[in-house]
């Protein structure tokens, strides 16, 4: 059945999503899912297979507890294919994304302590993109949020994909985008990852995957040693095992071909990439494959960890970290249109 989940370990398999929570709240996908002072705050998203106009809704999770409760807020934005970041550990910001009938460039922010919505103000000078959705948004300091995916409908797409850096002034409510020199492949339903470059000059690289038929990950910002602030989450246990589990594993220079709409997150020197919609087959197109880029490896390598149990399969869903455990959260099942009630931990068998 679509939206569930198999608890058990399939035979001969080395990883599995364990189902520790379940709220009908929770049913969504394409919304954003980010921890925020050790809690999940799910924002908009589309709540069945072929809705046009995405929730408004903010559901907040729990992990501690297991608990789900729908934030009463007013004025919430409906979302769906946007993205989201944490600003100065009291802020959500949510960037861009399809309100149901347009695709938006604006900033709207909850404010955590006092359970208000807020509409920033954009500042002279700000260069906004035509419209944002399906992109990505990767968090580079408190002030600073580096913006790289679809701009506009389809139509006026265009054959390169800009990259923007967007500045947040959590103190005046404001924000400026601001279009940098570089471009990228044309990307929509991609992820970013933010990993560390190791060798004689570290610092820190910012790779987008899938999104388009390339294989290959794209650079999308490149910062020397210092330059990035940012604590990525403590994750001692999480990274040791996979470290096992790639150890275990046959590597390749090939990342999987047409992936979007998947999930990543970023653990050490590893982006573990989760389900999403290939464009390389015509049917059965949601896959349930667990895929491993690690970077510690010179040059970096590519593990894949394929799932025999169908009722994993996910698009549109998110994975977050908290406590040394990443979270699957959401998504639509195989059928593309029902969405999975449960959150889930990744266990891993090595």
Known sequence: MAGTMSPGRAPGSTWAWRPVAQDALLARAFHSCTELQGRFYLVGGLLAGGARVPSSDT???????????????????????????????R???????????RRLASIAALDTEQGVWEAWTATPGNCPPAG????TCTRLSDQELRVSGR?????????????????????????CYEEESCHTVSRSGHCAALLPTPGPHPGH??????????????????WSHGKIKEEPPM??????????????????????????HHSCSVVGPFAVLFGGETLTRARDTICNDLYIYDTSKSPPLWFHFPCADRGLKRVGHRTCLWNDQLYLVGGFGEDGRTASPQVCILELFI
């Not at 701009?151 to 924000?175: A, C, M, P, V």
């Open 235 to 260: 994750t001692p246990c999480l990274m040791e095992q996979l470290a096992r589990l790639v150890s275990s594993g046959q590597g390749s220079h090939q990342g999987p071909p047409g992936l979007r």
């Open 205 to 222: 690289r910012l790779l987008l995957f899938g999104g388009c038929n390339s294989v290959e990950p794209e650079v999308a910002g490149q």
């Open 132 to 135: 944002l959705s399906s992109h």
């Open 91 to 101: 802020w959500l910001c949510v960037v861009g994304g399809w309100d149901g009938s």
């Open 151 to 175: 701009e506009g409908g389809i139509r006026t797409q265009r054959r390169f994909g800009s990259i923007y850096t967007l500045k947040l002034d959590h103190n005046t409510r404001t924000y």
């Open 59 to 89: 559901v907040i999770f729990d992990p501690a507890r297991g608990q789900t409760v729908l934030l009463a807020a007013q004025g919430g934005p409906p979302r769906s294919h946007h993205d989201a970041a944490p600003v100065g550990g």
